[in-house]
């Protein structure tokens, strides 16, 4: 057996399981759920029938498609937004010395490993029409007369929601802009000075350039776990008010759960996962991640 | 001399397939065929009740022979439980939970025929739930939608409850005082609780959603046709008005209902069931003697609507192990304290068993015997919503209900301020297209 069979046994015999349990965990899944969607299927039935493109038509047909994807664009924006901005807010005062500074970095990723459960629970609570901290507070210092609906409210609900999530990752994106921030050459940092440079033109000039990579990375995979999110949102409003925050994975969850059937909400993901391909597509186009990180170093 | 045979490419996929499905199958296979077990879905999660399935689960194995394997997945994720062990081919025998949900599975052929039972437990013809001629659902207890009014208040401003809609609205605007006390709860959003308040309240005002084309032998939608139109949009507008008196309640459901109340935030509220009154003896003792039921104000009718519940058994499962069980379960002493598991809330099925002294022997019961009383003096008045608009099983009511519709019709008219008009022409459009596409 020549060294390179050899190698090539060696190789696909380490990488068989990864790509088996990826197969099984991931792919299968993905491709019965397109199955699925060219399929008439309710959830009290066993019996699955071929229905050609039916499901498509019917959703395509629908508005509540096109809205659920409107939502999920201003959800994504608005979370990754709030998310970005915390968080570069928070990382360039982390990275600052400071007495207890540990200790504060550490509680800065606290809401990142709170459950969501809890995070929903929590800002509920504060957010609440009736018996809200914030509400409360609002009123007592005179800025309010009568209690916001924020959960409730037609013009509210969609904010909280961005709120809430931003608030709980804006610390994932505090920790890899710290973690570049303090990769940063000082001496970058010296060079602007001597030219004349201020702590804003500094920044301007040296951190943002340098946190480029980092942030649209950041964007990137915040973008794709925000278009998926459902859990924050079905906990604080189920969708509502008035599908207020009905985003696809929300709808799709419904027309599963609440129409019970199975096909079209296979269709709906099938068109979420499409959404996603093409974005990928279009960050590794326009991005190209490879020549990012070259020039990061 | 003998070949060696190499594994190809094919046969390697073949075994892996094949052995991949075999446990699958064996799996499936055995669920159905053991007649030695039962899987047994239960929506009733309460501790005392787990406790009561208990002691008959084993005194049911010990006599039989049969073991009951019990899934408690709770009100919330009941339908999607069933659902999941249905397309996995591996369905339970039996599922306790709304007939009114069950009826999905009658409508997919899921559910044998029970007639024998429903006949040997003598079952009241109002309870029974007939789908291709055959009884589908075992009832075991009910559950009516109706009002809880704090008493104190209602005397000190020298109010009764209210009888009427006016009667009310006047109640309401009396007892308001917002934002500390709002005198009513119209909850407003695309929730079983404000699409059961709108369903009762169409009720109370002789609203159907459907008419039986006794010559097509079918339901058609009606609630955008003449004298139910009308009267739509005059419910809608009803609870509008009420709805001032409300909080926004633009997200609210079941547990917003009791929180509220229990906060003293409302001065009335409604439920299905008593439930709500045990959420005030655990945590508001203080207005707990002064929490009494109400029927929710007619205007044409007295009709409520009306859950039952009770035992489903599936096709393609251990049906005979089933049936035993169900019979087992119906003719044991212990049947009392399940009923117990939530007093007055899970009221019995059998008006006999309500006024038994065995029923009402019971600290909870025997405290609030006008609970009862009440229970007593409304009995019979409800209907479920699949009967409601004919003699006919109405088999299009999921199209409306589970999908929270008339919810969404309070919400439009109350939080989006559209016309009732509107609204009621959208409504009855969404069910049609769902019948379309339904087939």
New interface residues.
Partial sequence: VSQRAEQRWWIAGTTAPAVLFLALVAYLPILYAVGLSFAKK?????VTTFSGLRNYR?IFEEPDLWNAVWRSVVFTVGAVAVQLVLGLVAALLLNQAFRGQTFVRSIFVLPYLLPTIVVALVFQWLLN???GVLNQILMQVGLLA??I?F????DT?MWSVIATSGWQYGSFATLLILARLQAINPKLYEAARVSGAGPLRCFWDVTLPQLRTTLVLVALLRGIWMFNKFDTIWLM???????ATETLPIYAY?LA????D?GMAAAVCSVMFLLLVAGAVVYFKVFDPSREVEVGR | MTQRRGITRRSFVTAAAGAALAPQILVRGAYGQDKNRVVFVSEESNPKAIAVYEKINADFEKDTGIKVTMEYPGFANIAKRVATLIAAGTPPEIVWYGAGQAMNLALENQLTDVGDLVKALKVPDNQRMIFKGADRSIPTSQQFVYGWARGDLLKEKKLDAPKGWDDYLKVAKALTDAPKMYGCIVPSAETGASTLLLETMFMKNNVHWFDWNAGKKEYEVSLDKGDNRKRAIETLDYLNELHKFSPEASNYNWGELMSTYVAEKAATSWYVGARLLEQVNANNARIADATVPFELPRKLTDHYYLSIQGFHILEKSNVEGAKKYVRYFMEHPSLIGWYHAVPLHIIPASRDMLRSSKYQDNPVIQKRMDVLKFIDSVWGKGVPLYYWDGKELNPYIGLYHNENLAGWMLAARNIKGMKSDAVVTEAAEQVRKKMRRAG
């Fill in positions: 309710t959830a009290f039935s066993p019917l029409q009736e018996y009568r209690p609906n959960l409730g409210g037609l609900a409003t189920h969708g509502g008010p008035l599908k419904r759960f609440e129409d019970f199975f």
